[in-house]
């Protein structure tokens, strides 16, 4: 069983930067796939970044490319999302999830544990 706590999130104009943090609690994080998901109200929960198990492997949706990067520490149980030039759209409740799977997951339904997320909002 594991636990993620999200961290970060907050205010920030179009053009800044932010960086979440995931912290998981439990055993074998270093097995675990992770991801990051983003929702607005009334939407689904959208696909934003995954990072495999070394953090080698990495993948990014399209509108967030060139812009975000995700990446992990395995000696601290800690996952990263850096986020650059920040746009409007970007404004969100970000999720760090946790999955099972082995290779990169880009559906919530692959992943097993869930953060209770960290609004982001980008406005001037």
């Known amino acids: 069983q594991l636990q993620l706590v999200e961290s970060g999130g907050g205010l920030e104009q179009p053009g800044g930067s932010l960086r979440l943090s995931c912290t998981v609690s439990g055993s074998a994080f270093s097995t675990y796939t992770m991801g990051w998901f983003r929702q607005v109200p009334g939407k689904e929960r959208d696909f934003v970044a995954t990072?495999?198990?070394?953090?080698?492997?990495?993948d990014l949706a399209d509108s967030v490319k060139g812009r975000f990067t995700i990446s992990r520490d395995n000696t601290k149980n800690l996952v990263y999302l850096q986020m650059n030039n920040l746009k409007p759209e970007d404004t969100a409740v970000y999720y760090c999830a946790a999955s099972g799977n082995y290779g990169l997951g880009y559906r919530s339904r692959d992943y097993n544990f869930w953060g209770q997320g960290t609004q982001v909002t980008v406005s001037s």
């Open positions: 990072i495999g198990w070394t953090g080698l492997s990495t």
